[in-house]
């Protein structure tokens, strides 16, 4: 299984709303991040998590709430978001957060605030 | 920090090869990536090099790395229609914990 699974697939939500990001996978893979990207442009790094703890947070608002649970499951909890903040996004697991690992990603959510 | 560039844009026929190319500015970088994105979808992983290759092929995939002038290329031999996607090349940082993307090459293959 070398699937990183993410749901919901699509997700429109008010800027009142509180929703979640799940994310999933079954590699052993100690290693799990947050990216988001906006249309035609590249991923952007948001938060890594090694090990089930924080280890970067790349100056991320704080309406975005990443939580790992387990080493297998990173959620991003979601709070008053703005309409600027619709984007794709992505998770990504790897074995290591380090030099010898590559990342696999998810199919990604498709996030619309409106 | 590190810069990725790629340029935009790509168009081949069906049957051709297509060549993506990429640079890079960190020269500590250690792993070189391959990701590729179809409409809609998330990143799937093609292929990586470790920075004391020169090349790496995988079937119709051959990785090219001029680590001197950091310069990094992806052929794809026999382009089909199925591989029409946004391509991104990435490095990983020298603490390992990032990868910083290029801008991605939209690749068109015309039948």
């Known amino acids: 299984d070398t699937e990183v699974t993410q749901t919901p697939k699509h997700l429109v939500m008010g800027m009142t709303n509180k929703k979640s990001l799940k994310c999933e996978q079954h590699?052993?893979?100690?290693?799990m991040y947050w990216y988001k990207q906006k249309a035609k442009k590249p991923p952007e790094l948001m938060f890594v998590?090694?090990?089930?703890?924080?280890?970067i947070n790349e100056s991320v608002p704080s309406r975005f709430s990443p939580e790992c649970p387990n080493s297998s499951l990173l959620n991003l909890h979601l709070h008053a978001l703005q309409p600027e903040d619709s984007a794709l996004y992505l998770c990504?697991?790897?074995?290591?957060?380090?030099?010898?690992?590559?990342?696999?990603f998810g199919q990604g959510t498709r996030l619309t605030v409106v | 920090g590190e810069d990725v560039e790629q340029s935009l844009f790509l168009s081949v026929r069906e049957g051709d090869s297509s060549v993506i190319n990429c640079t890079y500015t960190?020269?500590?970088?250690?792993?070189l990536y391959w990701y590729k994105q179809e409409p809609g979808a998330g990143l799937q992983l093609l292929t990586y090099i470790f920075s004391n290759m020169d090349m790496k092929q995988d079937q119709r995939l051959t990785v090219l790395l001029n680590k001197k002038d950091k310069h990094l290329s992806l052929r794809i031999a026999d382009t089909q229609t199925g591989d029409s996607a946004i391509y991104f090349c990435?490095?990983?940082?020298?603490?390992?914990?990032?990868?910083?993307f290029g801008g991605g090459t939209r690749l068109m293959v015309k039948p």
């Open positions: 590699m052993g893979h100690r290693a």
């Open positions: 998590y090694s090990y089930e703890k924080l280890s």
């Open positions: 990504a697991s790897s074995q290591e957060a380090s030099l010898e690992t590559e990342a696999f």
């Open positions: 960190d020269s500590s970088s250690t792993y």
């Open positions: 990435a490095e990983r940082d020298n603490a390992g914990n990032m990868l910083t």
